[in-house]
């Protein structure tokens, strides 16, 4: 009777012993997501501040677009995204708009022209990424320069004051010694938070970018990606879905280097005077040939 009694007892531990780690396991995952969500990941923007760029909410000047159908500029509140990258990649909001042309320009402090490209817009709104080439088509951008970036709808090619358009400023930077030693000693998936912390705001957003691409499915990448950008007052776009780069748009032939002709900042009424700067927003450029280059205005 004895041994009976014990390999029941026997018999029955080892039956509730899998069920037993299954609920240790899941109670640690369960907390290990809360402490996720408890701990939000949050951009450490850096001390610097450009007075134009970004978006504003209200739509263009000139135009009747409302706030959903404007573009919006991925850079942080200061309008200027620090980068470690020769060739980064930047991150504009674009509404549907089936059939309408979107142009991105990068040009130098004193307006000359590193890169343009055009692409057609698509049914879905979303976040787009804009990737430099590294071909040696354009040269890298240089450390401790800043350099203007734009994207335009074009609504109307025949009248191109009435571009919906956004823009904002990137610099490079070196990494520090301790930065690079951080990422070498970590895995991919702990990249954002680190360059979120280092306040490097396009490696941020491009590594959690690839890391939700290859993984649309983790709520934690999604989560992560949420927090960043409400942590820099992009709550209105937070939730937008990524539709990948340009590349995987409609695109027509890209030109790249050379110069455009600026506006003139003597007949346009639309540059304010130095003491009222450029809101956040969309704003109309004059017409020009062929991509219009705001000098010192835009939008994010």
């Keep these: 009777m004895k ?19 299954t609920s240790v396991v899941n109670a640690e995952i369960e907390i290990s997501q809360l402490e996720l969500i408890v701990q939000k990941t949050r951009f450490r923007t850096p001390d610097m501040r450009e007075t134009s760029g970004r978006t504003t909410p ?40 089936v059939g309408k042309t979107g142009e991105f320009w ?37 450390v401790g320069q800043k350099y203007e970036w734009g994207m335009a709808i074009v609504l109307d090619p025949n009248d191109r004051i ?16 301790s930065l690079s030693q951080e990422l070498q000693n970590t895995t991919p998936d702990n990249h954002p938070k680190i360059y979120a912390e280092a306040g490097i705001w396009h490696e941020t957003l491009d590594s959690l970018a690839k890391l939700r691409q290859s993984n649309p499915n983790n709520s934690t990448f999604i989560t992560q990606w949420q927090d960043i950008l409400e942590s820099v ?26 110069s455009l002709r600026a506006p003139d900042t003597r007949e346009s009424p639309l540059v304010p005077p130095p003491s009222a700067p450029t809101p956040r927003s969309n704003m109309r450029v004059p017409d020009m040939t062929p991509i219009p280059i705001p000098k010192g205005g835009g939008t994010r």
């Design 3 to 21: 041994l009976n009694f014990h390999l029941t007892i026997l018999a029955t531990v080892a039956l509730l012993t899998p069920i037993w780690l």
């Design 58 to 97: 209200g739509g263009t000047r000139g135009s009747f677009l409302s706030p959903e159908n404007t573009p919006t500029a991925l850079i942080p509140e200061t309008n200027i995204g620090l980068t470690l990258a020769e060739y980064p990649t930047f991150f504009v909001y674009l509404p549907a708009m």
């Design 106 to 142: 990068l040009v130098t402090e004193d307006g000359n022209v590193i890169y343009e490209t055009k692409f057609t817009l698509v049914e879905r709104n979303g976040i787009i990424s804009v990737n430099l080439p590294d071909d040696g088509s354009i040269p890298p951008l240089k």
């Design 162 to 177: 009435s571009d919906s358009l956004a823009s904002g400023w990137v610099q490079r930077i070196e990494a520090s010694p």
């Design 233 to 258: 007052g992009l709550e209105a776009v937070a939730d937008a879905p990524l539709l990948g780069d340009t590349n995987q748009l409609t695109q027509p032939p890209q030109k790249s280097g050379g």
